[in-house]
């Protein structure tokens, strides 16, 4: 599943409902949870891959992300 539409905004929201916080603000968004490190660039519109990686490097699954949104 390939999500589109998906600001940086929303991206964030999502992953804090998902138990990340913020860590590192700036040109990207460093997220963390304490075990695993995500970074978000800063974009009105997010790549669909790229939203895809960052799912996968935060250890969801496209499912989980959907519901968080």
Aim: hydrophobic letters at 40%; glycine letters at 8%.
């Amino acid at each position: 599943m390939l999500f589109t539409d998906i600001s940086s905004d929303r991206a964030v929201k999502a992953f804090e409902k998902a138990g990340f916080w913020i860590s590192k603000k700036g040109k990207h968004i460093g997220m963390t949870n304490g075990a695993k490190k995500i970074t978000i660039p800063r974009h009105s519109r997010l790549n669909p891959y790229t939203i895809k990686g960052i799912i996968k490097d935060a250890g969801l699954i496209d499912d989980e992300f959907k519901k968080l949104l």
